[in-house]
């Protein structure tokens, strides 16, 4: 279990980092269409193997329009298409925001099927906001910073972009292999027995390590600098553990969907991880954290 969990890891750290750096910035848009529509797919299976209903295509439909309008928003796309503004009194994003629940009770009219009518569409408007609303926040994290004094996107949304996967996922190591191998009080043994509270101080010890081990960097090479970013010592001991927390929220979370649906993994795409989701969960709850967190403090 530990080597294909490592092999799947370290690919999908791989194509992430890779098409984060080397790729141009509309890129993240397709890594991130591209997750939403397997993660989406991997919570329809879970919860009509659960044995209820989910109303895919709607879901997909709103979602993916959802993610373009959180893009067209960002401080990137304005400045380089000044004619996409919004329409005044409201953000797009928020206007399929409110449609999207219509759309799925619209869905069900047209049914005609009264029978747990409600649970599928708490099911499916579920689906929208756990996959689609939480990861539209690393599209507002990478493209927050718009253009630089020569015209080109900043780089600071992809290093904060970058950061942010590195330090929740760094948490998510750091919990795993201190859990496996000194855990013993368990944390919410419930919704997911194998956490432990050895496993969540790991995690925060792990986190912490990286990003003072950032501080060092930027402070030796850049003047503290991470692209726009100031990476104070203050920054590099609470953001690490802010993002992991939110990471610990966001994992039991998932274990708590998949248990009332009665499945173990959201999928088997990636040996020793599980599917997409699976990787996910804990990003998808830190990522409004971050973006907030960088708006109050870092930018």
């Given amino acids: 279990m530990k080597y ?26 397709v890594l991130l269409f591209t997750a939403f529509t397997l993660g989406e797919m991997e919570f329809s299976n879970m919860v009509r193997r659960g044995g209820h209903k989910y109303e895919l295509l709607p879901t997909t439909v709103c979602g993916v329009a959802y993610l373009i309008c959180t893009a067209i928003e960002s401080p990137v796309f304005r400045e380089l298409f ?15 925001l409110w449609v999207t629940p219509a759309i799925l009770l619209m869905r069900g009219v047209f049914r005609r099927e009264t029978e747990n009518a409600m649970e599928t569409f708490a099911f499916s408007y579920a689906g929208f906001w756990y996959v689609a609303v939480l990861l539209s926040f690393m599209v507002r994290i990478s493209f927050e910073w718009g253009l630089d004094a020569k015209n080109n996107i900043d780089y600071t949304g992809r290093l904060a972009l970058a950061l942010f996967i590195l330090f929740v996922k760094m ?18 043994p419930e919704i997911s027995p194998k956490k432990t509270l050895e496993g969540l101080v790991g995690g925060y010890v792990v986190a912490m390590a990286t990003s003072l081990v950032v501080w060092g960097i930027a402070g030796a090479f850049t003047g503290g600098m991470i692209g726009e970013i100031r990476y104070s010592l203050f920054h590099a001991v609470l953001l690490p553990i802010v993002l992991t927390t939110a ?53």
């Fill in 4 to 29: 294909p969990r490592l092999l799947s890891g370290s690919l999908v750290a791989l194509t992430a980092f890779s098409i984060i750096f080397l790729f141009p910035v509309w890129t993240h848009l």
């Fill in 82 to 96: 000044p004619g996409l503004a919004p329409i005044e009194g409201a953000q797009l994003s928020d206007i399929v």
């Fill in 247 to 299: 990471g610990v929220v966001g994992d039991l979370s998932e274990s708590l969907i998949k248990r009332s649906v009665g499945v173990k993994d959201s999928s088997s795409t990636f040996p020793g991880i599980g599917g997409v989701l699976d990787v996910l969960d804990s990003l998808l709850f830190a990522a409004p954290i971050m973006y907030v967190y960088m708006l109050v403090f870092l930018k």
């Fill in 171 to 188: 948490g998510d190591v750091g919990a795993y292999s201190v859990g496996m191998k000194f855990g013993k009080r368990k944390l919410i």
